[in-house]
């Protein structure tokens, strides 16, 4: 193609997008169906993961939870057979052990079928600043929350790509977007699952394998006792957030088949910061917002003996 058709026809598509892009703001897509679908998250037994396979439950998809905490697994499933009637399929499942995701992902699909919504959800967080965090504690942050993805993909990536049909969801953080002080193998881990998911996701498109949608989650802190003790200086611009609001933003954007969430929005402010601004007024601000402190005081979950 020559140069001149090919440069007026970004423009024109610019024009487009940015028009469609507008117009999304106040009349967002519809909201796909769920049901029937068979999805399957990790780390089900608690927190996010939880309220996500209830929501999930409640549009009439059929789960496959996994955890590593057994009860906290079946009680996830108990209260979905209690409030909706419907069975999940619980797996004991260390996402982390390439070998058992394999295993355990074949069992699925013999005793399931075929995963059409995926949901990368299992993390972990040391909270320790980088040189005091033992060499162990660092190795596990990447296996559960990046590495296990490239096992979780590859068991399920397949059928969904043979049948042009499904969804891939990277539950990240905003840590997977900025650094953060205190966080310095947390935000590795987050890092690398944003960047493994949004690469994927390209190698798709460039693919023509356009019924395989991608969605990557970014939420700042949220609620669920991962991140007790964590602090924001000024909630009205950065909350900790709720839990069920969080949850109820998650299935949203996978069923719009957005691609990428920021919550707060205030992220994206901070994500265009960070691009733009010097880098001495870029710390500046930082220190401003109280991103230095946020794990001053983290304490993490809580045990009965804590
Ligand atoms: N809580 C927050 O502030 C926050 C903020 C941004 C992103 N996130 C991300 O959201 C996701 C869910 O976090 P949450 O707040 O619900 O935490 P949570 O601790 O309540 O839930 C995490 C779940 O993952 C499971 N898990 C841990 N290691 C596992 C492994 N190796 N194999 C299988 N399961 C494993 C745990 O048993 C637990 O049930 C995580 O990826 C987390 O990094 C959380």
């Not at 699925?108 to 040189?131: M, Q």
């Not at 924001?232 to 069923?255: G, H, N, Q």
Request: net charge positive; with cysteine.
């Amino acid at each position: 193609m020559n140069f001149f058709l090919e440069t007026l026809m970004v423009f024109v598509f610019s024009v487009v997008y940015n028009l469609e892009a507008f117009f999304r703001m106040f009349i967002p897509a519809r909201k796909k169906s769920v049901a029937g679908e068979i999805v399957l998250l990790t780390g089900a037994g608690s927190g996010i993961g939880r309220l996500i396979a209830l929501e999930f439950a409640r549009l009439g998809a059929r789960l496959v939870l996994w955890d590593i905490n057994e009860e906290g697994n079946k009680e996830t499933a108990r209260m979905i057979k209690e409030s909706h009637g419907s069975r999940a399929h619980t797996y004991t499942c260390d996402c982390s052990k390439r070998e058992e995701v394999y295993r355990v992902a074949d069992q699925v699909k013999r005793e399931v079928g075929d995963v059409t919504i995926l949901v990368n959800n299992a993390g972990i967080v040391t909270g320790k600043k980088f040189l005091q965090c033992p060499d162990s504690l660092l190795q596990k942050t990447m296996e559960v929350n990046s590495i296990a993805h490239f096992w979780t993909y590859k068991a399920f990536l397949p059928a969904m790509i043979a049948g042009n049909h499904g969804h891939l969801v990277s539950i990240a953080s905003s840590a997977g977007l900025t650094g953060v002080n205190g966080l310095a193998d947390y935000c590795a881990s987050k890092f690398a699952a944003v960047g493994f998911a949004e690469s994927v996701a390209l190698e798709l498109h460039a693919s023509g394998c356009d019924g395989v949608k991608t969605t990557i989650v970014c939420p700042f802190f949220i609620n669920t006792g991962m991140f007790d003790g964590a602090y924001t200086k000024w909630p009205s611009l950065l909350p900790i957030l709720e839990p069920e609001y969080a949850c109820r933003k998650i299935i949203d954007a996978v069923r719009r088949d957005q691609v990428y969430l920021c919550i707060p929005r205030f992220i994206y402010v901070i994500l265009a910061l960070k691009s733009i601004l010097p880098t001495k007024l870029g710390v500046l601000l930082g220190t401003y917002m109280g991103s230095f402190d946020f794990m001053a005081q983290f304490k993490g979950h809580q045990t009965k003996s804590d």
